[in-house]
């Protein structure tokens, strides 16, 4: 399975800032260390006429540039600097990659990714650039271009806060199905309508998260047969449901995520629609248990990917069998 990263160009952040940065370079050794058999390779930089298929010409030249003014990097959450530019183009560089991935081998991941905050005009939310709707951009656009057919996309956004930006961006697009599964009094306080919104009450655990999933996942693979079947999936797999996360205001155990992933590749296996897997957001107390489950989301992915090589339908391998 191809992997993707760009933790070699993460920014320093000011002391006591509230984003962990560390935990890409810690996943990326967590898996060369544990997963064998992946082919993990650093992704290159989105260009400006990438970033242009989602991005208005001000916001990519703001950032590219260094002109954002104090309220537009307050709202991103970042202080502007070069590392911050190119650390953020390459982390649409890396969901391009797996994206183009996915479609030749049905399942592909970055450790990264999942900006889902990033609107068309603005950044917002720790996110610089969309990633995911650069990329499922890019990707309609080469599908055309080779195959002169339509590439309908669908956006499964796990991560405990909305998929606001992506909603926005794609709100009149009838080829981009979103669905969002979140913490309803969590931010974004004002959310944008997607396709599919399910609000999560605070404290919400396994059980009920999972049922809500199910019943989501069916929904939403239903509603899209109306147009066609969507030809490939983005799954943002946020790790801050988990109960320990700071922000998430959640309970999932780490079990109930690894059913939570496992369900999303068992039936997209099912359905035989190829998947890009972004890691998203992830704040626990601890790092460590952010990247442990991060880690259970590339094993889960990394058996998906034997399955899907095996012309396998669902039942997604086990994660020690993941391991090789």
Aim: hydrophobic fraction near 40%; include cysteine.
């Amino acid at each position: 399975m191809q992997v993707f990263s760009n933790d070699r160009f993460l920014p320093t952040l000011p002391p006591g800032h509230s984003f962990p940065m560390p935990k890409y370079r810690l996943l990326r050794e967590q898996v060369e260390a544990r997963l064998s058999g992946l082919r993990l390779q650093e992704a290159e930089a989105a260009s400006d006429g990438e970033l242009a298929l989602v991005h208005t010409p001000d916001h990519v030249s703001a950032v590219t540039e260094g002109t954002l003014s104090a309220a537009a990097q307050r709202e991103i959450g970042f202080p502007w600097s070069e590392r911050m530019v190119e650390r953020s183009r390459r982390s649409v560089g890396a969901t391009i990659a797996a994206a183009r991935a996915a479609l030749s081998e049905g399942v592909s991941a970055q450790l990264a990714g999942g900006t889902h905050h990033a609107y068309a005009h603005k950044g917002s939310g720790y996110c610089v650039f969309n990633d995911v709707a650069v990329a499922a951009r890019l990707m309609q656009a080469e599908t055309h271009r080779h195959h002169r057919r339509l590439l309908r996309i669908w956006v499964i956004d796990l991560d405990v806060h909305q998929g606001n930006g992506t909603a926005a961006i794609f709100r009149d697009d009838p080829t981009v199905f979103t669905l969002s599964l979140h913490g309803a009094k969590n931010f974004p306080f004002r959310k944008e309508p997607s396709d599919l919104d399910v609000d999560l009450p605070d404290g919400c655990g396994d059980d009920q998260y999972l049922a809500a999933l199910d019943q989501a996942m069916a929904q939403g693979w239903e509603r899209q047969q109306r147009e066609g079947p969507p030809g490939l999936a983005f799954y943002l797999a946020g790790a801050d449901p988990h109960e320990h996360d700071r922000l998430g205001r959640l309970k999932l155990s780490a079990a109930g995520l690894a059913q939570r992933d496992a369900r999303v590749f068992d039936a997209l296996g099912r359905w035989r629609v190829p998947v890009a897997v972004t890691m998203a957001g992830g704040y626990g107390r601890d790092i460590a248990t952010t990247v442990a489950v991060h880690l259970q989301t590339m094993q889960l992915a990394q058996a998906a990917w034997l399955n899907w090589q095996a012309g396998d339908s669902p039942a997604t391998g086990s994660m020690e069998e993941s391991r090789g």
